[in-house]
């Protein structure tokens, strides 16, 4: 009889926080490392029990050298990781947690130059998150908060990988209670440095053009500290004064700046978006320590006066993200009974229906050309 | 031994119409039973205060004083009232020798449907000020029995629940 696999979740917040260097050693290693609940959707078995990517995860070789330079992996059977940015929804796995963490004041700076650096870091900001409605600072803090509730979860720092590499995947390596063959272990810090990342970004894009975003960027620690704009420093801060008492428990350093906004220490009420009735903790058990969590959800009200079409097609969203965002602001503005923005997001959604099916039919009209010319081609030159 | 009974929760979330059921039925078994509501309180004490977090303690205050006075005279208590705050209820554990605690526990999203006045909806968008449970924090009461989404159709059964655990 087969022994069950004992499993692990590697967890870290949706801005950029360097887990796929940690997914990156795991895979190297032969630990089945996979996104999304089931692992033999992303892996797939062949007959002689080794495993090949399923091609719909191709973009993933844009993140992961690994999976440029191997094309069949052999995997452990005793241990699996899945690694997700979820948040700890009701029902969600009690598996014991791989928490990987990066300082916020760099993460969410190399978010915002991921996939907004046309509009400025303070306006990305304020536009709330897709899926929980929040400003993306509390949004950050929340996703921590939430997590830590968890007893069975040990926290990893980007910044000690930076440090020291070997130290950290060792560390790692301990709590999941996988011993490494020594080579192996060798081969995965070579193998997933920001270098190697890179190349493999780099590769990736020469086969898929069309996909502008960079990932791999600086990758520095402190990043934030070299940071010239005075607007963009003002944004550092507010991230700080946010996160202070994160940022203390992770041990990042913290200036103690003061607040010079009334309201800026203050988390919003989450009791109310609908997203955190999904949680497995209620904000009380989250808030409990804290005298903070009594802000309204204006900005909502201030977002939604500001958005138009306009701002839709220069925000830097992908366009499945402003439907999550749109849709979730319906729900918001129906539960709040707020006819007035109830019916000018339901407007503006109509209009980027429109546009999406607009870009559907071009693209479909587009491919279609390219068949056909391709099969000309094809019998004028067989 | 005289009792009291404390029934909180937020604003809509029906406590003050079990809690006069609760005493309707009681108030035959021990007629010196009294009723107090946080709402007919204020109105009782006719005086200055106002909503905001310091205020609201304030009432809660002078509710919960007045509670242990009237259990120490041999008086039970049935309270209906928000005044959810830990060193109050702590207050009424130290002060009343028989002391029972409910929480009735609603959802936001079913307390903004209730609300008639638009309240909630109306603090939520910032148009207006000391709401507790969307710009004022509170406390849940950790000793507390809880009735989940207390609705209409439960009024019934969980004022008679409350009842078996008092009788």
Redesign the interface.
């Known amino acids: 009889m087969t022994k069950k696999p004992r499993k692990y979740l590697l967890i870290s917040p949706r801005e950029p926080s360097g887990a796929t260097w940690l997914i990156n050693c795991f895979l190297e290693l032969g630990i089945k490392t996979y996104r999304r609940q089931d692992p033999d959707w992303m892996w797939q078995k062949q007959e002689d029990g080794s495993c090949v990517l399923n091609p719909e995860e191709n973009i993933l070789r844009k993140w992961l050298p690994i999976l440029s330079a191997e094309k069949v992996f052999l995997f452990k059977d005793d241990i699996e990781v899945q690694w997700t940015h979820e948040w700890p929804v009701k029902g969600y796995s009690s598996l014991p947690v791989i928490y990987f963490i990066r300082d916020p004041r760099d993460s969410i700076y190399s978010r915002y130059k991921r996939e907004s650096p046309k509009i400025s870091f303070a306006d990305f900001l304020d536009i709330p998150d897709a899926a929980t409605l929040l400003h993306k600072i509390d949004n950050w803090v929340l996703f921590n908060l939430y997590w830590l509730q968890r007893k069975n979860l040990k926290v990893f720092r980007f910044e000690d990988y930076k440090n020291d590499a070997n130290n950290t995947l060792n560390s790692i390596l301990e709590y999941i209670k996988f011993v490494p063959d020594p080579d192996k272990f060798k081969k995965a810090i070579d193998g997933s440095t920001s270098d190697k990342a890179r190349e493999s970004e780099n590769e990736y894009r020469k086969i898929n053009n069309s996909d502008s975003q960079v990932i791999n960027r600086a990758g520095a620690v402190s990043e934030w500290k070299k940071i010239l704009d005075r607007e963009d420093k003002k944004v550092i801060d507010k991230i700080e004064i946010k996160s202070e008492k994160l940022l203390t428990y992770f041990g990042y350093e913290v200036r103690g700046l003061v607040s010079v906004e009334k309201d800026i220490v203050i988390y919003p009420n989450v009791s109310i978006l609908p997203f955190f009735s999904q949680i497995e903790f209620s904000p009380e058990d989250v808030f409990q320590n804290e005298n903070k969590r009594s802000s309204t959800l204006s900005y909502l009200s201030v977002f939604t006066k500001t958005i138009n079409k306009k701002w839709l097609n220069e925000c830097g969203m992908l366009p499945f993200e402003i439907d999550i965002l749109l849709n979730n602001l319906l729900v918001f503005f129906q539960l709040i009974q707020d006819k007035k923005k109830y019916d000018k997001i339901l407007l503006l959604k109509s209009k980027h229906n429109q546009t999406e099916d607009k870009n559907s039919i071009t693209l479909n009209l587009k491919r279609y050309v390219h068949s056909v010319v391709k099969k000309i081609i094809k019998k004028i030159n067989p | 031994m005289a009792f009291l009974l404390w029934i909180t929760g937020l604003a809509g979330s029906g406590k003050t119409t079990i809690a006069k059921k609760v005493y309707s039925k009681m108030k035959k078994k021990h007629p010196a039973s009294v009723f107090l509501d946080g709402d007919d309180f204020r109105s009782i004490m006719q005086d200055e205060l106002g909503f905001d977090l310091k205020d609201r303690k304030k009432n809660a205050w002078r509710i919960a004083r007045l509670c242990s006075f009237l259990t120490s005279q041999g008086v039970n208590v049935v309270c209906s009232t928000m005044s959810l705050y830990r060193e109050i209820h702590t207050y009424n554990r130290k002060h009343n020798k028989k002391y029972y605690e409910v929480f009735i526990d609603v959802?936001?999203?079913e307390l903004?449907k209730r609300n008639k006045k638009?309240l909630?909806?109306l603090?939520?968008?910032?148009?207006m000020k000391n709401v507790t449970?969307?710009?004022?924090?509170f406390?849940?009461p950790q000793g507390a029995v809880v009735f989940k989404n207390n609705n209409l159709k439960e009024v019934k059964l969980n004022a008679e629940k409350i009842y078996q655990l008092i009788k």
Request: without cysteine; aromatic residues 6%.
């Open positions: 959802d936001m999203q903004i638009g909630y909806s603090a939520i968008k910032g148009e449970g969307i710009d004022l924090p406390d849940k």
